[in-house]
């Protein structure tokens, strides 16, 4: 194994764990909680985090690559996503779901007020809770994310 292919293993382990630690830590320690789309990120992270794992433990060279191809690429899915929601927080574009939405109460009765009040969603999608120098939460998993799959790809072509 050379020492770009270790670099990419750790990186495809590390990122995913670090990204996962500072969201979760952002909701327990912060009280930042996701909306649909923030958890929607996370998903390929915990994907991603068994295929990187299991690259260092396979002892065929070949899987273990696949797997470390494999969890890069899920990295890239959530920076995917990070894009997406990024863009709509920014407001670049339309959400697309119902934590996007304002809720219509014109012509409801009070027991339709009150249904549609409780099932509207209680953190909204399209407005970022936190941002450091105008960049959201979304939009630094977009960027870690994108680039540290692409850094992970890199590094295991180089290493063929």
Not at 62 to 80: H, Q, R
Not at 102 to 111: K, P
Not at 125 to 135: M, S
Request: charged fraction near 10%; hydrophobic fraction near 55%.
């Amino acid at each position: 194994m050379t020492r770009d292919e270790r670099l990419a293993r750790v990186l495809a382990l590390l990122l995913p764990a670090a990204l996962l630690a500072g969201a979760w830590g952002s909701q327990l320690l912060g009280h930042l909680y996701p909306c649909e789309m923030c958890h929607w990120q996370r998903w390929p992270h915990y994907a991603a985090l068994p295929f990187a794992l299991l690259a260092f433990v396979v002892p065929q060279r070949s899987i273990a690559k696949a797997f470390t191809i494999l969890a890069a690429l899920l990295i890239a899915v959530s920076g995917a996503i990070g894009v997406a929601h990024a863009g709509v927080e920014y407001h670049w574009w339309n959400g697309f779901t119902a934590c996007t939405q304002t809720v219509n109460l014109r012509g409801l009765d009070g027991a339709a007020r009150l249904e549609a009040l409780m099932h509207a969603p209680m953190v909204r999608c399209d407005a970022p809770q936190w941002t450091l120098a105008g960049i959201s939460l979304a939009g630094f998993n977009a960027i870690l994310s994108l680039g540290g799959a692409g850094l992970i790809l890199w590094l295991m072509r180089k290493a063929r």
